[in-house]
């Protein structure tokens, strides 16, 4: 199964869970389409989306934290980094292997659960930083 968005991932800045939401949707979509092997080009469509999005939209949440001066900024910006290069190793993963089980797998714990518990633990402090 896997993760869909809640109220429980939301951070309280409007903008922002609303990326979120974006994000965990078409990664959900990745998970699924790997899982039941959609086909090459949704797949890469999918990819294409997550990499140009995730640029986006951490680009954005980190000069957030910089702007006001949230103390978890650097350890956000270094998550990130993480978060890409996990993006990057599945994208590889299917290239060179194709759809697989292993790779569903892969996604569900290095994007998705990874991801919700990055905003729970770092990204839920933007808001107290902005008040």
């Known amino acids: 199964m896997t993760l869909l968005w809640s109220n429980s991932l939301k951070i309280g800045i409007p903008e922002i869970d609303k990326q979120h939401q974006q994000l965990i949707e078409q990664m959900g979509r990745l998970y699924s389409a790997i899982q039941k092997d959609r086909g090459e080009n949704e797949i890469k469509e999918i990819l294409r989306f997550l990499n140009q999005y995730v640029i986006e939209h951490f680009g954005y949440e980190e000069s957030c934290m910089l702007r006001y001066q949230c103390p978890v900024a650097q350890k956000n910006s270094t998550k990130h980094k993480e978060f890409k290069a996990n993006l ?27 991801f919700a518990n990055h905003i729970k633990s770092i990204d839920v402090s933007l808001k107290s930083c902005m008040s």
């Open 88 to 114: 990057r190793a599945i994208e590889e993963e299917f290239k060179t292997k194709g759809a697989s089980e292993n790779l569903a797998i892969e996604i569900n714990k290095n994007l998705l659960e990874w």
